[in-house]
C-alpha cells in the first residue's frame, strides 16, 4: 500500500526507481539542476539500455545540463510550460512528490511524498500514469532518442485488464496460426486451444497460464521421465501436476498492462510455448503410427 516518505526517502527512493528501472523511467519535474549522483545514476541507466523519459517547465535547460542530457542514447525530452507536477517512476514503483530534480531541494528545502507500488496501489499507479501520458501528449518534444512521440504514448498508454487480456488473446492467436499452421487454433470464452499440440495426446490450453493437458496417463508418465529434466532447467516455471503440465514465466517477470506490456508478454508466451514442443518433438518419433522416444 501506498507510503509516506520524508525529505530523506524521497532522494532515496527516487535514486532507487533509477537504479532498479528494467526497461523505461519517467521524471517529471518542473525544475531540474541535477545532482552529480543523480547525473550517475541517470548515465548507468542509460548504458543498461533503459528509456528515459523526462518531462520539465518552467525554466529553459542550463547549458550544463543540457550538455550531460543530450549526450545520453536512450532519452526523450519534453518541455510543458505550467507545469508544476512532480513524480517519478519505473514499473514497480513510483513517487508523487513536492520534491523537484533540483540539487537545492535535496538539501535545503523540507519535502514530503507518497511511494506507490504497480501491484498494491494499481489503480492510483496507473491513474498518475495515465496523467503523466497525457502531459506528454501536450508538450513540446525537445529531444527524441527512443521511439517518435506518438508511437511512445500509445505503446505505454495503460490498459485495464480486460482490454489487456483482449488484446493479448487476439494477437496470441494470429501468431500461433502463423507459427503453427498446420495445427487448428480455436478461441471461446477468452480460452485459446490446439488440440494434439505440440504431440498426438496433448492439448495446449492458454486462459491466463499455458497449460499442457496430457489425455492417457501413461504418456503423461513417459513425458516426464524423459523430457522434465530439460523443461525444468527453462528459465520459466514449469510445474508437473496430475495430466498437465502448468508454464508461468519467471517470478521476476514484469509486466506492464499498456500494448507494449502487450507484446512483451506475447513474446513470453511464445518463448515457452516453442520451447515445449522443441524438447517434446526432439525427445519423441511421430513416424510411425504410435508416438516412440526418439533413439
Not at 550517475?40 to 542530457?69: F, H, M, N, P, T
Request: charged share 25%; glycine share 2%.
Amino acid at each position: 500500500m501506498a507510503k509516506f516518505l520524508t525529505t530523506t526517502a524521497n532522494s532515496y527512493h527516487i535514486e532507487d526507481i533509477i537504479l532498479n528501472a528494467q526497461d523505461t523511467i519517467t521524471l517529471v519535474t518542473p525544475y531540474l539542476k541535477l545532482s552529480q549522483n543523480l547525473i550517475d545514476r541517470i548515465k548507468d541507466a542509460d548504458r543498461k539500455d533503459i528509456k528515459i523519459i523526462l518531462i520539465y517547465g518552467k525554466d529553459e535547460l542550463k547549458e550544463s545540463q543540457q550538455k550531460v542530457l543530450y549526450s545520453l542514447n536512450n532519452i526523450d525530452i519534453y518541455y510543458f510550460h505550467n507545469l508544476h507536477a512532480k513524480c517519478y517512476y519505473n514499473e514497480t514503483n513510483m513517487i508523487v512528490t513536492s520534491m523537484n530534480l533540483y540539487e537545492f531541494s535535496e538539501k535545503n528545502n523540507r519535502e514530503m511524498g507518497i511511494l506507490l507500488d504497480s501491484n498494491l496501489d494499481r489503480d492510483l499507479f496507473l491513474d498518475a500514469k495515465n496523467e503523466v501520458h497525457s502531459i506528454i501528449n501536450n508538450s513540446q518534444n525537445i529531444l527524441n532518442k527512443n521511439n517518435s512521440k506518438s508511437e511512445t504514448i500509445e505503446n505505454a498508454y495503460e490498459l485495464d485488464y480486460d482490454e489487456f487480456e483482449k488484446i493479448k488473446n487476439l494477437k496470441l492467436t494470429e501468431n500461433l496460426k502463423e507459427a503453427y499452421s498446420e495445427f487448428k487454433v480455436k478461441t471461446e470464452n477468452d480460452k485459446i486451444e490446439i488440440e494434439n499440440f505440440p504431440l498426438k495426446g496433448i492439448n495446449l490450453e492458454i486462459n491466463g497460464r499455458i497449460d499442457f493437458i496430457f489425455n492417457d496417463n501413461s504418456f503423461y508418465r513417459d513425458v516426464k521421465k524423459h523430457t522434465s529434466n530439460k523443461i525444468n532447467n527453462l528459465p520459466e516455471r514449469y510445474f508437473w501436476n496430475r495430466l498437465q503440465i502448468n508454464a508461468y514465466p519467471e517470478k521476476n517477470f514484469i509486466i506492464e498492462y499498456s500494448n507494449n506490456g502487450v507484446n512483451k508478454s506475447i513474446t513470453k508466451d511464445l518463448s515457452i510455448i516453442k520451447s515445449v514442443y522443441t524438447i517434446l518433438n526432439h525427445t519423441f518419433d511421430l513416424s510411425s503410427n504410435c508416438i516412440t522416444i526418439r533413439k
